[in-house]
């Protein structure tokens, strides 16, 4: 075979520019508290998910609702003509409307173990689209719930049997009328008392006062329903739920195993991780977070008290006891301290929507792994640097095992997490992109904005050493401002097409879009 001429030769990527950073703007707030308003512990949002599509969002509380809202903004609804007519597409970004809300769960007590089980909805994940219904499972401690949503026809009544303008308010014929009928009953018939009586005479043509019931209105109401209940099946706190991408099976995790369910089969599950040791003195770490690869439906992964992140394949055993890679960052030797292996659990973990990088989230940064390259993350971001000299502080108030959430943009270009005094942050995911903004959950979040020293930019590759960014001020927090513990930004989501995010801050939901 010819060699190849110059011309053939693939010739090498032009550099790409470095994107700018993200102007994030208010959007919208649901149930946003007033100044000096007390905020009820059962109001406060515990879990935050879009749907697939980003049309649906889903919010649980510690009170056990699922409260349900839709995008109404005129997406998708401009007619093929207005479309065409248009010379430019209109930016727009979206908006939600309340939908719907049930309770999904309700305060219970095991006799058993003498144990009481809160209502609080720990994970809501959406199923699958069918028939133009909702469907979605939620979680508490012990129970899962899977719950179809579907808007059903209410029929209205608007004309009675008897004709009230006639009749006085013990439901008897006025002494007045004497064209009406007295003592009629719903089908047209009278009572045998008044019938008997030879005073009563009928009008010609009947009563003027039967009406026959009229269905004037359909409207459409969303309504709720609990499809399936899978109980029993985990005997430490339920942290987390995933669906599977074969649309038949979810997973769901405790602190020491993972069970695989078909959700249409709620009387038993199949145990695939188990951690528990047999003498449980000897038990060293557990499981934080458990989440299925969005498109390989025998793929999972699962995290660690002891920040390890370990992929599975269901097609190796039933019991997948032994990962098929294992995901970790050694701490440098003489570090370690008393609170090494605290600020090193897991909080969370996330695919991005690729399916090739992994986001985890500990106490103190963000984590970007690639599935190909298990040596260590291909970018490290940090969160809660600031926070080192407060360890002592953090612990004696039980702040530093708050479990913060995570998650990637549709485009996998950025990652956001949150953080104290209701701030959350957004970093650049891609190489060479140091973008790192601190938010609040406000109606003006971008107040906290102060302008911050850079460091040079490095000139390794993102796959030979990781990238660290966002810890540059050892100041309060990364912008200089003072942290209230009490305070906490837990749970966020980023719509899955669309930089738009939603945040929960105590019992109100702040929506941002760039």
């Known amino acids: 075979m010819d060699p190849k001429s110059p011309d053939d030769r693939p010739q090498a990527a032009a550099p790409q520019s470095q994107p700018q950073p993200l102007e994030w703007r208010f959007a919208q707030v649901f149930g946003e508290r007033g100044a000096g308003e007390d905020v009820q512990e059962v109001d406060i949002i515990s879990a935050i998910e879009f749907d697939k599509s980003g049309d649906h969002l889903a919010t649980g509380d510690r009170g056990g609702r699922v409260v349900l809202f839709e995008r109404t ?110 003592g009629l009953l719903p089908n047209g018939g009278c009572s045998e008392k008044l019938c008997a009586n030879k005073d009563l005479s009928l009008p010609p043509g009947g009563c003027a006062s039967l009406r026959l019931p009229v269905v004037t209105g359909q409207d459409l109401n969303p309504v709720a329903r609990c499809r399936r209940v899978y109980a029993h099946a985990h005997d430490y706190h339920i942290n987390s739920i995933s669906n599977n991408s074969d649309g038949e099976t979810f997973i769901s995790a405790d602190d020491l195993r993972i069970n695989l369910w078909n959700l249409e089969i709620n009387s038993q599950s199949f145990n695939i991780v188990d951690v528990k040791p047999t003498n449980m003195e000897d038990l060293t770490e557990v499981i934080t977070c458990a989440e299925f690869h969005p498109t390989h439906c025998n793929t999972l992964a699962y995290s660690s008290s002891k920040g390890a992140i370990r992929l599975i394949d269901l097609r190796q055993s039933a019991l997948c006891d032994n990962h098929s890679k294992l995901f970790e960052e050694h701490e440098a030797a003489g570090s370690k301290s008393f609170f090494t292996e605290i600020i090193a659990s897991v909080s969370d973990i996330k695919f991005a929507r690729d399916g090739r990088h992994i986001l985890s989230r500990d106490y103190m940064t963000l984590k970007l792994w690639d599935l190909n390259m298990d040596s260590g993350p291909v970018a490290t971001f940090q969160v809660h640097e600031h926070l080192r000299p407060k360890l002592c502080d953090l612990y004696e108030n039980d702040s530093i095992f708050d479990k913060f959430e995570c998650c990637l943009s549709g485009d996998g270009l950025r990652v956001a997490t949150g953080s104290y005094s209701n701030l959350f942050r957004v970093f650049g ?86």
Not at 475 to 502: Q, V
């Open 73 to 182: 903004d005129a997406r998708g609804s401009a007619s093929r003509t207005e479309l065409e007519r248009q010379d430019y597409p209109v930016a727009r970004h979206p908006e939600f409307r309340y939908k719907t809300e049930f309770q999904s769960h309700e305060p219970e007590f095991d006799y058993l173990k003498s144990l009481e089980i809160e209502e609080k909805i720990n994970k809501i994940k959406w199923g699958q689209t069918a028939n133009n219904a909702l469907f979605i499972l939620s979680t508490n401690d012990k129970t899962i719930k899977y719950w179809k949503v579907q808007d059903k026809k209410v029929k209205r009544v608007s004309v009675m049997n008897l004709d009230t303008s006639q009749s006085s308010d013990n439901g008897t014929t006025s002494s007045s009328s004497t064209s009406s009928c007295r």
């Open 429 to 514: 995911g891609s190489s060479g992109n140091t973008e790192a903004t601190t938010l609040e959950a406000s109606r003006n979040p971008m107040r906290r904005q102060v302008a911050n020293p850079t460091r040079p930019a490095r000139t390794l590759s993102s796959l030979t050493r990781a990238v660290r960014r966002g810890g540059e001020n050892a100041g309060a927090d990364g912008n200089g401002n003072s942290n209230d513990f009490s305070t906490k930004l837990l749970h966020l989501a980023w719509h899955p097409t669309e930089n738009s995010i939603a945040c929960a801050a105590g019992n109100s939901l702040y929506m941002y879009y760039a």
